[in-house]
């Protein structure tokens, strides 16, 4: 658990500053609000810091509403929240504004909780375009996304594995998207302009195992018409991704090790060693460190030639804050299949996605998303649509220390927010010596 002090930025731009949005400071203890009166200062801090969202008074006069859309498209990264009176909706010039550049709008008197929701959406939306792997231009079929914590972490040690050489073992339930992970480590490696050269161990029939992955030699066999390259000989200046490794036939495992040791690999019918510089990639759903355990299974030696550089692929019940960014990504991503009157999420649509356990993962989230982006001839998907109205996340019971526990790191968090990380003034405030205060940091892991 750790202690973030810094605050998401919010560019404010109250138009003309002739009115005041009451209660604005109730937003300040999850944003660093700037306010600004004029869109040429507006258009300043845009330039000169980075911002991900902004909250725009709209103005009725034709005018600022011109002024106002000059500056949502000087940073198309951003996403704009619009705020103003009700009755602005009639006004034809305003609506189409906020349809076409505004990612959401909210009518006065403010609800800032709703409001806070809102920005909190835009700023996720906003962030996928820094926090998505692969990067824009990239070929694939989907993009990995997300800004959670654990998102954060997976990207953060793609980049790491990336920058050297060495066997890389993903671990990971189905539908978690290895397979993107292993092609993002590939187009961030020294070997981008090389291939990318997938195999599905567990799909290849088990007597064709040896001729797919190390080719064949004219006449090797009945059938061997001609020389066929392997997968791992295809692979040569790039990356061999072996997907499933655990469904590898443990007599075929020799040679895969073998290959592993000595960099060479010999054709079905061959008797010349071919050099292949290739790095491996393996990724699995099973548990390898069992499979060792039972003889017969998985060999020990392969194991640890494979399972020098680990990652752990999260499963989406893990990522709270991504489930809605992944609906809306993935409910973009199907435009040209959707209805142009469908809109979007119902809030019940929107609270079922975050309720369901997601066995399927990803996977299973983009499924469903499709399918009620095809069928839904309402403006809003519901529920029912997604295939989720009888399904909901089941809640582990919390044991007592768990909650004790819980109280313990949650009222030492907030003291330091509120000592603004003083850990001195904090241990006084919680009666508690500054040693033991460190200690209980420690323990949960809280970090300035």
Known sequence: MACTIEKRKLLYVNGGGARELNGLGALQEHWDIHTVTSMDRARELIEGS???????????????????EDLLLCDKQMAWVALLERTS????LLRRLIHGAFFDYHTLPADLDRL????????????LKTSTLPSEGQQGEYEMVGISPPMRELFK???????????????????????LAAAA?????????????????????????????????????TGAYQRKVGRIEAAHGGTLFLDEIGDLPFDMQVNLLRFLQQQTIERVGGREPIDVDVRIIAATHIDLDKAV?????????????????????PPLRERDDDV???????????????????????????????QHSWPGNVRELINRVRRAVVLCDKRLI??????????????????LAEAKDGAESSAILGMLRQMKGNVSQAARQLDVSRVTLYRLMEKYQIRL
């Open 50 to 68: 980075e911002f991900k969202v902004g909250l725009a008074l709209l103005e009725e006069e034709e005018s600022k509403l011109a002024a106002c």
């Open 116 to 127: 806070g929701q809102a920005l909190g959406h835009a700023y996720g939306m906003a962030a």
């Open 324 to 354: 809605d960014l992944l609906a809306w990504f993935f409910f973009n991503r199907f435009a040209a299949e959707r209805s142009p009157s469908l809109k979007g999420f119902s809030s019940q649509a929107l609270e079922a996605l975050k």
């Open 293 to 313: 355990a039972e003889k017969g299974r998985f060999r020990e030696d392969l194991y640890f030639r494979l399972n020098v550089l680990r990652l752990h692929m």
């Open 185 to 221: 480590i590939h187009e961030r490696s020294r070997r981008a302009k090389g291939p990318f050269i997938v195999v599905n161990c567990g799909a290849l029939p088990s007597g064709l195992v040896q001729s797919e992955l190390f080719g064949y030699e004219r006449g090797a066999f």
């Open 89 to 92: 909706l009639e006004q034809t």
């Open 382 to 399: 519901t529920r029912a649509d997604l295939g989720l109205e009888r399904r909901q996340r089941a809640r582990r019971i919390m044991t």
């Open 157 to 179: 040690t793609i980049r790491k594995v990336a920058s050297v050489d060495a066997p890389v073992l993903i671990q990971g339930e189905s539908g978690t998207g290895k397979e």
